[in-house]
């Protein structure tokens, strides 16, 4: 009976450490931040970011590493803090109110609401590496003022050398990217209250 005993002792423990061989470790969790830009003078004085649309091959927990070769490739456990036309919109909220300190930005899709003099979309299209290894980001931007006859739409397409190899740096070459997006908006916020 004691050989039995420990047998049925020793399979158990054996179950045991298969089970957390085969279990996945926590997911690294990684988020983008706010870099400083140049302030820029003239903008308008409320501002709604009405929000940030991802295409669809973005829209997963996992940071997708690339693209390339009709491939989407990304890494089980690299995984955004949020989701990302969240974090996306929370960042570029604080990147352009640095930029525009006259102005008070806020996201429409949030708790504060108000009488915005101009409003922002934006359509991420492309954020991954190249086969060169640069974070490429494609976006379209629309701003458009109020009393204005048109909005002011373009096409932004920014490139970024990570300054490391793996996640973080990509993730630092997002987050530089994201402040490059944010002058390119803040430019065209002032340009569009200048013009209407």
Wanted: charge should be neutral.
């Amino acid at each position: 009976m004691t050989g039995f005993y420990c047998f049925r002792l020793v399979l158990a423990f054996g179950m045991v450490l298969a089970a957390a061989a085969c279990s996945s470790p926590n997911p690294d969790l990684y988020t983008i931040a706010p870099i400083p830009g140049s302030e820029l003078n003239g903008g308008p004085r409320v501002v709604a970011l009405r929000g940030v649309g991802i295409a669809k091959y973005l829209q997963r927990s996992q940071i997708v590493r690339s693209s390339e070769d009709y491939r989407v490739d990304l890494k089980t456990n690299d995984w955004w803090g949020e989701p990302l036309d969240a974090m996306m919109a929370r960042v570029l909220v604080e990147d352009l109110s640095q930029r525009l300190p006259g102005s008070t930005i806020y996201t429409a899709a949030g708790a504060v609401t108000g009488s915005p003099e101009a409003a922002i979309e934006i359509e991420i299209q492309r954020l991954d590496l190249d086969k060169s290894g640069n974070l490429i980001l494609v976006a379209q931007a629309s701003v458009s003022v109020k009393n204005a006859t048109s909005s002011n739409t373009r096409r932004i397409h920014l490139s970024q050398m990570p300054p490391s190899p793996g996640v973080g740096g990509q993730v630092a070459a997002t987050s530089t990217a994201v402040a490059q997006l944010a002058d390119r908006i803040a430019e065209m916020l002032v340009t569009a209250r200048v013009h209407r």
